[in-house]
């Protein structure tokens, strides 16, 4: 069921001051606390860069995650030029480089040192609820699944309001099974939004992808075309992210006018 406003849960994070030392200092705690256990059985990746305004937001709703399972967390900075890396370091999460620009090298990077047995897919731009590293995880301890993926809803930066995207995510769940029936469910996976096992990530070559296609959706389908199980849609744990890729283009109506275009 979505939520036509954004949750206290969630309004909780972007109340943060970003670049307070005390928030960091409470990322830091409840990371090493909550989820950094020992030896990780789960890694988070996340690609950043110029995350500074919402990094620590990010970071924080991850860290206050319930789970019984030892999780690491890394950020990959991918050239920033802002505070982000070290705003991430300030919070205790590993924070490594990589210098070729690009959100598929960026996750090659994060995939080539992660350590856990599973990998969860996340961005510096969304907020994670309490739920989710387990409902992300716990199906993957069956053999027939090699990807979980979620839905999201819009946390909006510009002019548009929430009760304009309510509308909106509930025609795109419908757009979303019909992909899923006649057309293909790996265009579904969102790269914010899912997890699969790091020995078949890699076995597959991670993220590569071929041109005009997307890195996380073309992961998705070499996982289930190499025979490592089904995909598995995950609906108990939403996300949250920004609404800045309808910003970049040009706001919601001629995004909404492209994505039509796209699809038919």
Known sequence: ??????????????????ASDTVCAEVNAAYHKNLLKGVPEVSIV??????EDSIVKTLYSLCLNN????????????????KTASLVNACGVTCIDEEKQGITMARNKGLSVARGTYILNADADTLYPLNWIEAM??????E??????????????GSTGRVTYFVYEYITDVVRALKKKYREEAVNVYGFNSGFRRQQGLEVEGFNHPPGTNEDGWLALKLRDKGFGRLKAIRAAPVWTTDRRLQIDGGFWKAIKKRIKRNI
Not at 4 to 14: D, G, H, M, N, V
Not at 46 to 51: L, R, V
């Open 67 to 82: 789970t019984g399972r030892s999780v690491e967390i890394i950020v990959v900075n991918n050239n920033s030029s802002d």
């Open 144 to 157: 027939r699944v090699a990807l979980t993926y979620g839905n999201f809803s819009f946390l909006p930066i």
């Open 46 to 51: 996340i690609p950043a860069y110029n995350e």
């Open 1 to 18: 069921m979505r939520s036509i406003s954004i949750p206290p849960s969630i309004r909780f994070y972007l109340d943060l001051l970003p």
């Open 137 to 142: 995880v716990n199906p993957l301890m069956d």
